[in-house]
């Protein structure tokens, strides 16, 4: 079992102070600027409105600023509107009173639609078809930068709502460029699939790990320490330097620099985060590559 896994998070999916974010129920947008963005329903009370201070903020001018709100209600969620200008609807019904959600509920709030995921029907979300032209990189099969910063936000905001330890690896390729000058560019994203394919394997399953860009790649790890998260690094490192790159007859050297950081006190916010780990890892680039900084 890897370091410092939470078994917490194989329970029963809730909505409660044992559940990550990522485990529980959530709304898919599935329409608007943002499409394909997830919000988390790990709240008792999750205020929906056009207010930076809602919890799903939906800037739309057909969206109230203070739409309507979900709240717990035991093992269910409902939704009510708090007498939003162009209402409140589920399923093309409007919504006059506290009416519990089911699995796959389509929502409208104003003229933006979002689909409604449980808790117990979770997996689902990762097969539906919005999500994944939204939040998936096409060259790797990892998640994108946008998924990136949003779970980063949720899995942030639930480490210092409920005291839990959040690290991040963030490494890139080395000489990357020298990779696609000397074997072309088909290669190199050969080397950037098959990098991505086995950073993967020395991960835990809630870990998330995205493609931040070019040959930049950041991991999530929720639940874990700095010490436990460095173990993982060094273990993506070894499997990286260690493994046979071939492609078309031609053998390829391949190594990667990482950066590792755990939240802090003196964070302000998920970005400080971040920049700490991009910080790390230029540590790591100037000392020589190929190694690990936290």
């Given amino acids: ?3 410092n896994f939470d078994t917490t998070r194989l329970t029963k999916l809730q909505i409660s102070s044992s559940t990550a974010p990522a485990q529980c129920a959530c709304l898919i947008q599935y329409s608007g600027d943002t499409l394909g963005r997830r919000y988390f329903l790990y709240e008792t009370e999750v205020r929906i409105g056009r ?52 699995d796959g509920d389509v929502i409208r709030i104003g003229d933006i639609l979002l689909k409604y995921f449980s808790s ?25 930068k946008q998924y990136l910063f949003e779970t980063l936000e949720s899995e942030y905001r639930f480490s210092r709502d409920f005291c839990r330890p959040l690290s991040v690896i963030y490494y890139d390729l080395d000489l990357f460029k020298k990779i696609n000058d000397v074997h072309g ?10 990098c991505a394919q086995l950073a993967k394997t020395c991960m835990r399953k809630q870990d998330v790990l995205a493609r931040f860009g070019g040959e930049e790649f950041v991991a999530v ?5 700095k010490a436990a998260a460095v173990e993982i690094a060094e273990r993506i490192r070894k499997t990286i330097q260690d493994h046979d790159f071939e492609f078309e007859r031609a053998r390829v050297n391949v190594s990667v620099s990482l950066g590792v950081s755990e939240d802090q006190e003196r964070f302000k916010s998920y970005i400080d985060l971040l ?17 690990v900084t936290a």
């Fill in 221 to 225: 790890m929720p639940d874990m320490t």
């Fill in 120 to 144: 117990d029907n979770i997996e689902n979300v990762f097969h539906d078809n919005i999500y994944r032209m939204a939040t998936i990189d096409v060259g790797t099969g990892l998640f994108n």
């Fill in 51 to 102: 207010l930076t201070s809602s919890s799903v903020m939906l800037y739309d001018d057909s969206v109230s600023r203070q739409h309507a709100r979900i709240i717990s209600l035991g093992d269910d969620l409902a939704i009510e509107d708090l007498g939003s200008s162009n209402g409140t609807f589920i399923n093309n019904e409007p919504v006059l009173s506290r009416t519990v959600l089911n």
């Fill in 275 to 291: 920049d700490d780990a991009d910080h790390k890892l230029y540590q790591s680039k100037k000392a020589g590559r190929n190694r």
């Fill in 1 to 3: 079992m890897p370091p």
């Fill in 185 to 194: 560019h088909r290669c190199g994203d050969f080397v950037l699939r098959k």
